[in-house]
């Protein structure tokens, strides 16, 4: 193992090993023998007050919001980006260019036109309120990825199954969604990170404790003068878990699709 492996082993060791030895330690140790100190004795006790205070509702709405954001972006970033791969119309390339434009668009820059919108119909202080803007800021990005990736085709491909008398629709399901497999990981991983760690829409678009999502859950642990830090580490830990396992599960076609998009392929 090299010199730079290792140094990268410690920067991704040593905060973890504090984040899970202080999720384990009890509030009074803690505050006494200092953050830094080895923990002489480990409890579970702030595991079991994170879900007496509901995180576990707060775990099911990120899991809700994550996994509906990905839906609609997938639905409609892969169309989209077919359309724009295989159309010669002066229409899609202005769409795809408008899409583009959408990166420079920050969301705080436009929080207000969206809480209005939500407002207007009738999607504030719910999930769905939460999971649109949240989709629409990652279709961008999205569309990029899979556009590079749906390059890769061979056009022969294409007209082979034109000759065998195959329509768009069976080239979009028998040739496009195989191969299109490793941008779809992508940008899936890539999506369900973004409304994960979502907090500005929550923060503006929500205001009921039953739609609360993680992010927002953490902040029970702040108080007006003190927080209680072993209990934040733990609710931490907990939302670290699902997002971990997704990125465990899709390692290797996320990789895989990202080269594909920075070769431009």
């Known amino acids: 193992m090299g010199g730079a492996a290792l140094v990268w082993l410690a920067l991704v060791s040593i905060p973890l090993y504090l984040l899970l030895a202080t999720s384990l330690r009890g509030a009074g140790n803690y505050i006494v023998d200092g953050p830094l100190s080895i923990p002489d004795a480990l409890t579970l006790e702030n595991y079991r007050t994170v879900f007496e205070m509901g995180f576990h509702r707060y775990l099911f709405n990120s899991v809700a919001v994550a996994v509906c954001s990905i839906v609609i972006v997938v639905a409609v970033a892969l169309p989209a980006a077919f ?53 629409a800021f990652s279709l961008p990005i999205s569309i990029l990825i899979l556009t590079s990736s749906l390059r890769d085709i061979p056009h022969d491909l294409y007209e082979a199954m034109a000759i065998d008398g195959a329509r768009t629709r069976q080239m979009f399901v028998n040739l496009v969604l195989p191969v299109a497999r490793p941008g779809i990981v992508t940008v899936s991983i890539y999506v369900g990170l973004q409304a994960w760690n979502n907090f500005i829409f929550p923060l503006v678009l929500t205001q009921s404790p039953e739609v609360r999502v993680l992010p927002m859950g953490l902040w029970q642990f702040q108080g007006q003068y003190t927080t209680d830090v072993p209990g934040l580490m733990a609710a931490v830990v907990v939302s670290l878990v699902p997002i971990f396992a997704l990125y465990l599960f899709g390692r290797r076609q996320l990789l895989s699709g990202l080269a594909a998009g920075a070769l431009g392929k």
């Open 83 to 135: 359309a724009i791969v295989r159309s010669r119309s002066r229409v899609v390339r202005v769409g795809f260019g408008m899409f583009l434009l959408g990166l420079a668009i920050p969301a705080q820059a436009v929080i207000i036109p969206i809480y209005l919108i939500i407002s207007r119909i009738g999607l504030y202080d719910s999930l769905a309120g939460i999971i649109l803007p949240t989709a």
